[in-house]
C-alpha cells in the first residue's frame, strides 16, 4: 500500500464497488484482500461501520472463510490440496513433508517472509495427484524430494 492510499480510501472503495450487490460483504473483503494481500484487523471496524455489521459479523466471515488473511502474505503462496483424490495419493505425507521442512502450519508464513503455507480443497487437477499450487502455477504429482526442488527454485531466485 503506497503512502497516497490509506487504509480508509482502500475500504471505501471495496465497500462502495460492492455496496449494491446482495452479500456485499464478500466482494468487499476480497477486493481489499486484492488490493492488500490480507484483510488488515484495523479495516474490521470500518467495513462494518460502512455496511452496518457488527465487527463480530465481519470478524466471524474472515475467519470462516480460508481464503481471507489477517497478515500479508509471504513472497509465494504455497498451497497444498487436501482434497480426497490428492489424499488417496499421499497428500497427508506431503503435508507433514511441507510442514516440517519450512518449519510452519498451514496459515503460517515462513520467518524470512518468503513463503506462505495455505491449504486448498481441491485444483482440479485430481487424476495428477497429489497437486500444490505455487502462487499461479499447479505442480503435479508432486513427492516430498519434488517438493524440495521446487522450494528450493523459489529460495534460489531470491
Known amino acids: ?7 480508509q480510501e482502500i475500504v471505501e472503495a471495496a465497500v462502495e464497488a460492492s455496496r449494491d450487490r446482495i452479500g456485499a460483504l464478500l466482494p468487499a473483503l476480497h477486493a481489499i484482500q ?5 484483510v488488515p484487523p484495523d479495516a474490521v471496524p470500518m467495513i ?4 452496518n455489521l457488527s465487527r463480530a459479523e465481519v470478524h466471524g466471515v474472515i475467519s470462516f472463510y ?11 503462496t504455497v498451497q497444498l ?7 488417496a ?11 516440517q521442512k519450512l518449519g510452519v502450519s498451514f496459515g503460517q508464513t515462513t520467518p524470512d517472509g518468503l513463503l506462505t503455507l495455505e491449504p486448498v ?23 516430498p524430494a519434488r517438493f524440495d526442488e ?4 523459489l529460495e534460489a531466485a531470491e
Open 150 to 153: 521446487l522450494i528450493a527454485g
Open 121 to 143: 480443497y481441491c485444483l482440479g487437477n485430481c487424476a495428477c495427484a497429489p497437486s500444490i499450487r505455487i502462487n499461479d502455477e499447479v505442480h503435479a504429482r508432486v513427492s
Open 81 to 87: 490440496c487436501r482434497a480426497e483424490a490428492c489424499q
Open 34 to 38: 486484492d488490493k492488500l494481500g490480507h
Open 89 to 99: 495419493m499421499g497428500s497427508r505425507e506431503l503435508e507433514r513433508h511441507a510442514r
Open 66 to 76: 480460508h481464503d481471507f488473511r489477517t497478515e500479508p502474505p509471504g513472497e509465494h
Open 1 to 7: 500500500m503506497s503512502a497516497a492510499v490509506s487504509l
Open 48 to 51: 462494518a461501520n460502512a455496511l
